[in-house]
């Protein structure tokens, strides 16, 4: 599968509260070209085993127009993200178990932030992500399932390469060691209200979280429960006064 997404933004800018007066224009653009290739092969009884790749390049621009300076170019930038994964899901009767990993690549080039030419021009960040799931198919109607999967999130373009020409100006300083943030997602319970065996407002991402969200903060009580016996419960009373001088 191949794709392209074409963005062009525009935002006035006035004086407003002191005046209306048109200070400048903001124009952003913005594409994005997806790609997706998957191969599967059914082996064995009910296992499936996928292997893909997908990528994505996206450019981005924007200008500012003011009245009496013409067009300024304020960033020129560029991204790559490229993914190689395999999955294997297998069915044992009642049960269906799927586990995956993943190698992602995040790559920017910055030509242009806030108007300067960054001192650093290009990052990259390489990483290794995995994912498993088990579903549970208790009855045609009802179902439980939970997931869990690790991602990361690389810095903004600016984080990276700032967007002041010196230290003395206002902005963004650049930080090009900054590291990617790393995360872990779960979800819970959600084949309940896809089988409609729940209400229809539980029919969406956020049951999942909810639900997990919920026994944490129970496992939390009852541990705090636990713990009750163990505190010392003193009670004290005091008044305390005083007084300091110096020469």
């Known amino acids: 599968k191949y794709g392209e997404r074409r963005y062009d933004r525009n935002f006035a800018n006035d004086a407003f509260p002191a005046s209306l007066v048109l200070v400048n224009n903001e124009n952003t653009r913005q ?19 996928t292997l893909g790749v ?39 009767e009642q049960w269906i178990l799927r586990g995956g990993v993943r190698r992602n690549t995040l790559e920017h080039d910055y030509a242009l932030l806030g108007g300067n030419i960054p001192a650093t021009t290009s990052a990259r960040w390489s990483k290794n992500l995995w994912s498993l ?51 872990i997602g779960r979800d819970l319970v959600q084949g309940l209200a896809d089988h409609h065996a729940l209400p229809a407002g539980w029919a969406g991402p956020a049951t999942g979280y909810i639900t997990v969200y919920t026994v944490e903060v129970l496992l939390l009580l009852a541990t705090m429960a636990a713990m009750a016996p163990l505190i010392r419960r003193t009670r004290g009373h005091g008044l305390a006064a005083g007084a300091a001088s110096g020469d």
């Open 31 to 49: 594409t994005i070209r997806p790609l997706d290739l998957t191969l599967g092969h059914r082996h064995g009884q009910g296992a499936l085993l």
């Open 133 to 183: 799931g088990t579903r549970y198919n208790m009855a045609p109607e009802l179902a439980f399932y939970a997931n869990a999967g690790s991602s990361f999130m690389a810095p903004a373009a600016k984080q990276i390469g700032g967007t002041v020409s010196s230290p003395a100006t206002s902005g963004e300083l650049p930080n090009p060691g900054l590291k990617p943030e790393s995360g």
């Open 54 to 92: 997908d990528a994505q390049w996206v450019d981005y621009e924007t200008d500012v127009r003011r009245p009496a300076a013409g067009v300024t170019a304020e960033n020129r930038a560029q991204a790559r993200s490229t993914g190689y994964f395999i999955q294997e899901k297998i069915q044992l």
